[in-house]
């Protein structure tokens, strides 16, 4: 692979827009903008560059700045792909480069029809998850066209000593399926989150860890009633949102229940990395971010339903919520590309203690 340098800070540079971009739909949707400029692609009439900035007021604020922002991550995704295109020789990257370009025309599209049709909840989800895939797809073409990514095929070769090993496979977990798996985990959790903003169900349950005082709310019509009478009396109750139904409740207590399915599943995932000292360190690390991560999230959604949706805490919710799919997807790249998927090691949580082939011994 020929490693251009331009390229990859570029690709790098669209990750963080990107990013922050996500940041600012976010909180279009946190303040409750989105329908604070009615039309579109046109902002009240005016071509979205030539709007005047003293009319930049209230919910617009967030919703044009939105707009705006998207623009230009468009723009430079045209920029990539026709820069993936002219100077990379691997098509199947180039041919990601016309995918992130179709993924940020669709989520343009979607965004624009979610104001026009009045931000109908399958619009406004998908938009929210197409969000999150295209930032996926962005992080990935940085690390394809990195030199980190090229210098894995060297670990490849040294890997394959692994099999050597005598290693009791029958109790370690494939490495490569195993973040797949966590993957996927994840990207569910994001879309019952957004199903849950969407639907307005983010305080139909106003108390945490437990819900209505009880582990899983009872959902008898008198126990809704009930429910309903006391939101009333917390102030909790917005006229904008109507009763609240069986139905929030269950959507609500999904992404709870999700939650815990999740944070199994990374803390599995980066217990049997960091536990594994024969992986590589730049594997190993990301069982350091997940960690991390995981412990923030959650804490940021137990404050989202404590502090009644304050819009910082519920913004950054959504933007972790992204950083912990990126890491998950960058792990999974970076297991398949140095041990494969049928062959790939090994996560091992009962090793037999065996000399490892690059000098330490592991337990
Ligand atoms: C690259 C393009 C774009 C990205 C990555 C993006 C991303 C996002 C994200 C992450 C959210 C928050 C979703 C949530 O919290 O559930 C959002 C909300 C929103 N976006 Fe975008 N967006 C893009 C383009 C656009 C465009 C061109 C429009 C044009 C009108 C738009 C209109 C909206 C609206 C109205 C909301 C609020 C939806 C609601 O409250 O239900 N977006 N966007
Ligand atoms: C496993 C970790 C979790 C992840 C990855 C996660 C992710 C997300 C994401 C990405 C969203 C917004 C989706 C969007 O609109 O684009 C969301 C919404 C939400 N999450 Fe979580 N979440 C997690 C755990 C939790 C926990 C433990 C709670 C605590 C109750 C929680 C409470 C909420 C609430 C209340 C909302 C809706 C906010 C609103 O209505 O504006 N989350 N979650």
Request: glycine share 8%; charged share 15%; proline share 3%.
């Amino acid at each position: 692979m020929v490693y251009h340098k331009g390229l990859h800070r570029y690709s790098v540079i669209l990750a963080v827009c990107t990013f922050g971009l996500i940041f600012a739909g976010g909180l279009v949707t946190s303040t409750g903008s989105g329908l604070s400029v009615p039309d579109w692609p046109n902002t009240y009439g005016y071509f979205m560059f030539a709007f005047p900035i003293d009319k930049m007021v209230g919910g617009i604020v967030y919703e044009h700045t939105h707009r705006m922002i998207a623009t230009v991550v468009g723009l430079l995704t045209v920029i990539l792909a026709i820069w993936l295109g002219r100077k990379e020789e691997r098509k199947w990257l180039r041919v990601l480069g016309y995918v992130a370009l179709g993924a940020v025309i669709a989520q343009g599209v979607l965004g624009g029809l979610t104001v026009l049709y009045l931000l109908p909840v399958s619009i406004s989800v998908g938009h929210a998850a197409l969000a999150q895939t295209f930032f996926a797809i962005v992080c990935a073409i940085a690390l394809f066209t990195s030199r980190w990514w090229d210098e894995s095929s060297k670990f490849k070769d040294q890997n394959s000593k692994l099999e050597d090993l005598e290693i009791d496979k029958r109790r370690g977990v494939n490495l490569s399926w195993l973040s797949i798996g966590t993957t996927a985990a994840v990207y569910i959790q994001l879309i019952l989150g957004a199903l849950m903003r969407h639907t307005h169900s983010g305080l139909v349950v106003p108390d945490f860890p437990l819900a209505w005082g009880q582990f899983f709310p009872s959902l008898t019509p008198d126990a809704i009633a009930s429910y309903n009478s006391r939101l009333i009396d917390a102030n909790l109750w917005l006229a904008a949102d109507g009763q609240v139904t069986a139905g929030q409740i269950l959507i609500h207590m999904l992404h709870r229940l999700w939650a815990v399915v999740v944070t199994v599943m990374i803390i599995w995932t980066a217990i049997s990395i960091l536990r594994n000292r024969l992986l590589e360190k730049r594997v190993r690390v990301f069982g350091y971010y997940l960690i991390g991560l995981i412990i923030l999230q959650i804490t940021l959604g137990a404050f989202t339903v404590l502090t009644r949706k304050a819009v910082d805490i519920t913004t950054l919710h959504v933007a972790v919520g992204a950083l912990i799919l990126i890491t998950c997807v960058l792990l999974s790249l970076h297991a398949v590309k140095i041990y494969g998927v049928r062959r790939s090691p090994v996560v091992v949580p009962v090793a037999k203690k065996v000399e490892n082939p690059f000098g330490k011994a592991i337990a």
